[in-house]
């Protein structure tokens, strides 16, 4: 019987490292497919409008899903960014960057 509890023991730390092994390669192929979002201050972005349930009744479905553009002020700690409009009031909280997307001015703006 301590024959078999020794095996026992030799067979839940190769399943261990087994374990390890997969996760590392789970987590491989997950990171190949994750965009990294990162915003500088100054940057123009989109944000997301929350929460669901504020979209205008008129229009439905067809209302838009994204508000701004929006510049960021500064960085807070936690992947979160504060922002600003571009007349200048600075939001009381911050955002977290999955919220945001780059906003890409369009050249039939700017003419």
Not at 7 to 22: F, M, P, T, Y
Not at 39 to 66: A, E, Q, R, Y
Not at 70 to 79: C, E, F, V
Request: glycine share 6%.
């Amino acid at each position: 019987m301590k024959d078999e509890l020794k095996d026992l023991a030799g067979h839940q730390l190769r399943a261990l490292v087994s374990i390890k092994e997969n996760k590392k390669r789970v987590a491989k192929w997950y990171d190949k497919s994750v965009k990294v979002k990162e915003f500088v201050d100054g940057d123009l972005v989109w944000k997301l409008i929350l929460p669901v349930g504020t979209k205008s009744l008129k229009v439905g479905k067809w209302s838009p899903n994204w508000e701004g553009p929006y510049r960021i002020n500064r960085s807070a700690p936690g992947n979160t960014n504060i922002l600003e409009t571009l007349e200048g009031f600075v939001f009381p909280r911050a955002l977290n960057r999955k919220y945001l997307k780059k906003y890409y001015p369009s050249i039939w703006m700017d003419a």
